[in-house]
């Protein structure tokens, strides 16, 4: 009997520490990575959730083509969304056997009444949570999001367009990568717990608890392979780099232009499209999806990018069909700031993806030679 109570208890020990979590899928079913895109509020639709700006988006890897769910909304407690971060909830209080944390440079309404911000820290937001057997990365864009008690919506995401993605991830280079990422972007957090056989794990956890990141180098890329085998590029930058991700280090690195749909109000701020480079990157101008969804950017908050060119082709002659979702915006306040995208390289998804900014900003008034620049193949560019 006494033999049989130590297996037990050997048993339970061991399976409490192999907890995993994924992404979900609209069933509540694990999922190798999702897409959502939270609309922006259009009054005059008669799609109730559409027209209170609560209405998404959503793919993922089984279903490339965009889905719009109309009568569930972000609000709601039956989608991808909630049921991913359902298990952060139903788990936060069992802190030996998880590793979690929540980042937002604008902290959710439970904090502080919702007043509590910040301007000098990575201008991103996003959720990551594993167990020993695994975990995802949520990135996304909705200010005040998410609680880090229950699961709500914020009255202030209403108004504008806002983007997600979730990678499921195997544990330990899963959470290795996501940790290693944050340590360059200075990430604003509001929730983080770790027990210590993921200190053990991964002593770079300690400098995101005690706010000791990374400025040399100034930036980094890292593959992310998820549970299934699908490969991502995560892109991070720190705050006194001083440069623009995109154009300085997402469409040099991908080789490609770039489309790049981010916050543009405040025309004194905006970097504007960047041209005369080898690789030019175009701030997006109109967002068109199906279902008759169009908008122009001013009323879009969501931080993407899409390769454009044409002319960029791999060695077997195939464009590259590469997309970006993240957390910064292409503004003068935000070179400082530390911010990254995860990238992803898949012609089918691109098929989709690929059209939705419908029409963007030209490049600046440019002198002979960046005009001669910008209609040269990219090989013989300067």
């Known amino acids: 009997m006494f033999k049989i109570c130590i297996f037990l208890s050997i048993f339970y020990l061991i399976n409490a520490q192999d907890k995993t979590f994924t992404c979900r899928d609209m069933n509540n079913n694990p999922v190798d990575w999702f897409i959502f895109y939270k609309l922006g509020k259009e009054p005059w639709s008669n799609v109730p959730n559409l027209a209170n700006g609560s209405a998404f988006m959503y793919m993922d890897v089984n279903n490339v083509n965009w889905q719009f769910p109309q009568d569930i909304s972000m609000y709601d407690t039956n989608h991808a969304i909630y049921y991913t971060l359902k298990q952060y909830y139903d788990n936060k209080a069992d802190k030996d056997n998880t590793f979690y944390i929540l980042y937002n440079d604008e ?45 709500g919506f914020p009255s202030n995401a ?15 280079q899963g959470a290795n990568n996501t940790v290693t990422q944050l340590s360059y972007t200075y990430p604003f957090i509001y929730e983080i717990s770790a027990g210590q056989s993921f200190l053990n794990d991964i002593p770079r956890i300690n400098n995101l608890i005690n706010r000791n990141f ?38 040099i690195d991908l080789q490609t232009d770039l489309l790049v749909e981010s916050w543009d109000h405040n025309a004194s701020m905006n970097i504007n499209s960047t041209c005369g480079r080898k690789y030019d990157v175009f701030d997006a ?39 970006c979702v993240g957390d910064i915006n292409r503004q003068l306040h935000q070179e400082v700031r530390g911010g990254g995208t995860m990238c992803f390289l898949n012609s089918t998804v691109f098929s989709t993806f690929g059209p939705i900014i419908s029409e963007h900003y030209g490049c600046p008034k440019a002198g002979f030679l960046q005009t001669l620049k910008q209609y040269l193949p990219k090989f013989l560019r300067f």
């Open 107 to 151: 902290w959710p309404a439970n904090i502080g009444n919702g007043s509590i911000w910040s301007d000098d820290s990575g201008h991103q937001k996003g959720v990551s949570l594993f167990g020993r057997g695994g975990g995802y990365w949520l990135i996304h864009s909705i200010p005040k999001f998410p609680t880090n008690d229950t699961y």
């Open 214 to 251: 990374v400025t040399t180098p100034a930036t980094s890329k890292v593959t992310f392979n998820t549970v299934d085998g699908r490969e991502f590029y995560h892109y991070a930058k720190s705050g006194p780099w001083g440069k623009d991700l995109y154009a300085d280090f997402v469409a």
């Open 158 to 172: 209403h108004t504008y367009g806002q983007m997600g993605i979730c990678l499921s991830l195997p544990y330990l």
């Open 285 to 323: 101008k109109n967002v068109s999806l199906p279902f008759n969804v169009a908008f122009s950017t001013y009323w879009d908050h969501s931080k993407y990018a899409i390769a454009y060119d044409s002319a960029a082709y791999d060695s077997a002659g195939h464009p590259f069909p590469y997309m």
